[in-house]
């Protein structure tokens, strides 16, 4: 039987470690996961059943040397690369490492990626393809009657982290015109599930309840995201894979829009039903600061294109979220992992 060997950059991340999750499903996959372990990593978030399916490789890839060896070694089919600093406010305060790895890991990737295969065999060669994942924040910021962004939205990023994947956005595709690599770009909305790091907003506000302590809401809350179920962007990069056309770029997002304020709004009264306060609502925690610098009005992501390809976001706000909080509150070690982490500034999340 023939298995298909799946190259993932920031496997242990919260995305890279679902789409792991979902490819572990198929006893056909095998996956060679890159990540440097960084402080929003978890280890915890796959259990491989052994190691003939699954191999990790604790590797930075702003190293090129060792991106070659293990490419070398593993030999993939396919490439999916997930792995970056993904945190704005993060960026904002120390853009050096988004530079390093968003850019010159990108380009590391796609240089010894492209290596690896043009010496492929011809039906190999055909076949391989390079899937970049990047969001909807290079697109800029929409007023709010702007139509949703479209794949060929004109590129105005606003945070050093939007421009580090815009940049890195556009050595895939020169690598695709210049050198025919195959490649796709993807470009999603805000992405929300178990296992993201409870430095973003909404694994944030739950720890923030949870603690009793006051939740940050930057300026006056009425920036507008597009939320979709981490399950279902993973689903969508797979049908990217499988169907998506070498060099095109596909948006992903659920048509699911709503203000920064609405979403916290929402978590504290799922939470007032399920564990409540006796003293208080969890909405009076709420408290509002000062805004983020160059900070993005609205996004909100137009996927007709991968509709067509036949995907469709499956799950439901009002239904993502309940389960979403649900995990988190069978999972509250996890949450405490915000003690562990690096980041101490009083800045809210991927807004
Ligand atoms: N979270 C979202 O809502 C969202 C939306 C759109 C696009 N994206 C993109 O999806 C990807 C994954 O995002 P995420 O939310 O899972 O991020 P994350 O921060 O949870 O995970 C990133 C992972 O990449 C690893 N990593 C970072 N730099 C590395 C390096 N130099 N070498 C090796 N590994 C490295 C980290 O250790 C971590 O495990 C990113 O490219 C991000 O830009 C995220």
New binding site residues.
């Given amino acids: 039987m023939k298995k298909n060997n799946f190259l993932i950059?920031?496997?242990?991340?919260?995305?890279?470690s679902c789409l792991v999750r979902e490819l572990l499903k198929n006893q056909d996959n095998r996956i060679c996961n890159?990540?440097?372990?960084?402080y929003?990593?978890s280890i915890d978030s796959i259990k491989p059943n052994g190691e003939d399916n699954y191999k990790f490789k604790k590797?930075?890839?702003?190293e090129s040397n060792k991106i070659k060896e293990v490419i070398s070694e593993f030999e993939p089919d396919y490439i999916i690369h997930?792995?970056?600093?993904?945190?704005v406010d993060r960026s904002i305060d120390n853009p050096d490492q988004f530079i390093?790895?968003n850019i010159n890991?990108t380009y590391n990737l796609l240089n010894e990626g492209y290596h690896y295969w043009k010496l492929l065999p011809d039906d190999k060669k055909l076949s391989f393809r390079f899937i970049h994942?990047?969001?909807?924040e290079v697109y800029g910021s929409l007023s709010e009657k702007e139509s949703a962004f479209l794949e060929n939205s004109v590129y105005k990023p606003n945070s050093p982290y939007s421009a580090s994947?815009a940049s890195s956005d556009h050595l895939v595709y020169s690598w695709y015109k210049t050198y025919s690599f195959p490649i796709n770009i993807v470009n999603?909305?805000?992405?929300y599930g178990p296992w993201?790091?409870p430095e973003?907003l909404i694994p944030l506000v739950i720890s923030k309840c949870l603690k009793g302590e006051k939740i940050p809401i930057y300026g006056n809350g009425l920036q507008i995201r597009d939320w979709i179920r981490v399950e279902d962007h993973v689903n969508g990069l797979l049908t990217v894979l499988d169907k998506g056309i070498i060099g095109e770029k596909y948006n992903i997002g659920a048509n699911c829009e709503k203000t920064n304020l609405q979403v916290v709004h929402d978590i504290c009264s799922i939470l007032d039903e399920v564990i409540p306060n006796k003293e208080y609502k969890y909405n009076t925690l709420i408290n509002f600061v000062e805004d983020r610098p160059g900070h993005d009005q609205r996004y909100a992501i137009n996927s007709n294109k991968l509709k067509n390809l036949g995907w469709n976001p499956s799950v439901s706000w009002e239904e993502g979220i309940k389960d979403v909080i649900n995990w988190y509150l069978n999972n509250k070690n996890f949450l405490n992992l915000e003690n562990n982490g690096t980041y101490s500034g009083e800045r809210l999340g991927?807004l």
Wanted: proline share 0%; net charge positive.
């Fill in positions: 950059t920031g496997g242990y991340g919260f995305i890279g890159i990540d440097k372990l960084s929003s990593s590797i930075d890839i702003v997930l792995a970056a600093e993904s945190h390093k790895s890991g994942v990047s969001t909807d994947k999603t909305s805000n992405n993201q790091f973003k991927r």
